[in-house]
């Protein structure tokens, strides 16, 4: 019998994964698997709301969310999914952070959905090592969204044929991040691996790493 | 009987034109119509060299290098062809700057190769307001280039399966950044129309235009 669950959110990413996980699970609000698809901001109260079930977080930072849920529930799964809806099917990967003895029914749906990764560099990969890798990549595209838009939008009074190839190319790549949830967006941004004198108008970009 | 010209300069840029225009016309050193391909530094030394010939400006910025060309010859050709070896071959547009009663054979060479634009917003298109429009553009890209390169290489320790999807295209564009010749990279940086108070730091993209 297939595993049921309960997906709470049905922002861009709680939609997007009723989607793809519906051929692998059957979907119900008394499930005693809750997905937390929400933003960082409300993961508190979500998880209170499901105290004492099995809480998967699927939040974009893991490690203070990881300490949210195991507050309320002693049954969490980390996972993150490294995806979205406008991403390639192939080569689709989820970071797991945390495990409890009831997660391995959690990772064989999100395994039948993309490849599951436990460890970096030879190490099992924690909430913390999860978020300083994040620090690095997935907040710093976030950070750079904003300047990729301020630049496109500079230039809008110029016409395309005045355009050069490598302006298409940033040009449509900030088509790309307009797609970006904002829920997901405030998650990214919740890294606390992430100094606020980081600057990118440095050669360096510093992090608290 | 096709065109002669002489294409000075065996950079990448210089080595693509001679591929791309081959079809199109005669290569001799002798040539009365001379292209000058190569980086903004050099263009005084090299049209000095061929004072008197029919000068071709294909230079990332136009409005000095006019000049310069002027100065060494009363008919220059002011050109600048918006893509390179790696630019799709569908869309190429080359933005002309200034022309003089000879221009046309130059023109219909680099108009068999891209389509020709000589107007942006009905006003036609002059050494000036051609840099003016890639200091919003072309400089823009330069620069953020730079920032992409410094945050890829900072993540270089993270596995490829724990890159997020984001994070994954933003390392294909600094990998096609890599492919920009040094020559071009510093013809684009001399433009004039760029503020050296422009920060990407902040919100609005500062350019003095």
Redesign the interface.
Known sequence: MAVAINIVGAGVFGTFLRTVLAPFCLFSEDADIAILAVPFDAYEDVASAHAGKHLVNVCSVQDATNSICLRHSDRVTGIHP???P???AAGR?S?VTLTNSCSDEVLEVFGSIS?L?EF??GER?TGETHDR??A???L??VR?A???N??VA??S???D???????K??KA?AE??LD?PPGTKSSILANSHWSSSA???G???K?KV
Chains 1, 2 share one sequence.
């Open positions: 490294m995806f979205g406008r991403s390639p990967t970071i490849s990764v970096a560099n990969i890798m994040m690095k990549t997935h710093q595209v750079l904003d300047k990729i301020a630049i500079d230039a009074d110029i016409p044929e005045c355009l050069p190839t490598s302006f190319r940033l790549m790309q991040f970006m600057k990118l108008g050669n360096v970009v992090l």
